[in-house]
């Protein structure tokens, strides 16, 4: 979302400060990216992190900066901190990408700088959050309700495309790293049973770790009794558009969401879509009987095979409400210019 961002709005020069390191994939994602400062912090541990703090105030000092817009929980922290201790004027907007779904799930380095994110939220001119969900969420957990605003996560979607559906669905996927929060077990409790079922079925999942050489997701499929002839572990790809576009049925499993980028990049190729009530997923979807509980495997099973046994003309629907949904109301160019309009009224 923040290469969308900074790709969408060239007429401005960025800086973007990783607290951590710049990769060169990440870098990749930006079209321009050689008119785009990019420094890394290579913060690492509490203490990494507390002289992030220092070597911020040193970069901001020696740059003219109009504003900064922190990202994530850790940056918020940081931001925020700095601007309380420096005094200077800068226009401070802090950046939620999360929701607090399973706050108990959460590191204790999460939770600090989530903390520290209330504690200094004070120094912030605004709180953009992307999701619904989490606003009302933070709210509850001390954010300001004043400061808080909505803004939903913005896509290029030039590569989108609505296909035509097929007369059965033969592949299923689903697309996230190897996380507590993407609940694969749920994912593969639910869709086991179904390959007796539909012997034609076959599994795509594409992430980071989702290979055979993850000994804790090989463990997993040979509990749950899953053949790897039934499973496709694509890893971490490149050309997602062409992942989606290999499937039939896309499946977000998660426990915890914020504004989920999959399911809206598997609308946006014209695919039925089944998941779990996380974050701003319902919201994205607008389609309440595709959308069940988390953490419920048996939940999760029916509906997608409610999905399987609906006829090629209902999914067909189906799908293309889904592609125009998206392509009309999350497009990056809509939502760049929400962020212009935040970032002026703040005195930009």
Not at 115 to 122: A, E, H, I, P, V
Request: aromatic share 8%; charged share 20%; glycine share 6%.
């Amino acid at each position: 979302m923040l290469a969308n961002l900074v790709n969408n709005l060239p007429q401005h020069q960025h800086i973007i400060i990783a607290l951590m390191s710049v990769s060169e994939q990440n870098k990749a994602l930006i079209k321009d990216h050689s008119q785009v400062e990019f420094i890394s912090l290579n913060a690492r541990g509490p203490l990494g992190m507390l002289f992030s703090l220092f070597k911020l105030s040193g970069l901001l000092k020696n740059r003219t900066v109009s504003l900064i817009q922190c990202w994530m929980y850790h940056a918020n922290a940081i931001g925020g901190l700095y601007k309380y201790l420096s005094q200077v004027s800068t226009p401070l907007y802090f950046g939620i990408h999360h929701s607090l779904d399973k706050l108990e799930d959460e590191k204790r380095s999460t939770r600090l700088a989530l903390w520290l994110g209330k504690l200094t939220q004070c120094k912030a001119n605004k709180i953009l959050c992307c999701s619904q969900r989490s606003v009302s969420q933070h709210i509850n957990y001390g954010y300001s309700a004043e400061k808080l605003q909505f803004i939903a996560n913005g896509y290029d979607f030039s590569a989108a495309s609505l296909k035509p559906q097929s007369k059965e669905v033969l592949n299923i996927g689903t697309a996230g790293r190897w996380h507590p929060a993407k609940d694969y077990p749920i994912f593969f409790a639910a869709v086991a049973p179904l390959l007796d079922k539909y012997p034609s079925l076959t599994l795509r999942v594409a992430g980071r770790d989702m290979a055979t050489a993850n000994v804790s997701l090989m463990g997993l499929l040979n509990d749950l009794d899953i053949p790897l002839a039934r499973v496709e572990l694509l890893g971490e790809l490149n050309d997602i558009a062409s992942f989606y576009r290999s499937l039939d049925l896309f499946v977000l499993p998660s426990k915890t969401e914020g504004f989920p980028n999959v399911l809206v990049e598997a609308m946006s190729q014209g695919l039925p879509c089944v998941t779990t009530d996380v974050g701003d997923a319902a919201f994205i979807l607008n389609h309440a009987e595709w959308v069940v509980k988390p953490q419920q495997s048996a939940l999760l099973s029916e509906a997608v095979s409610m999905m399987l046994a609906s006829p090629q003309e209902e999914r067909q629907t189906i799908a293309n409400s889904n592609y125009h949904r998206v392509t009309k109301e999350f497009d990056i160019a809509d939502i760049s210019q929400q962020y212009l309009d935040v970032y002026q009224r703040g005195g930009c």
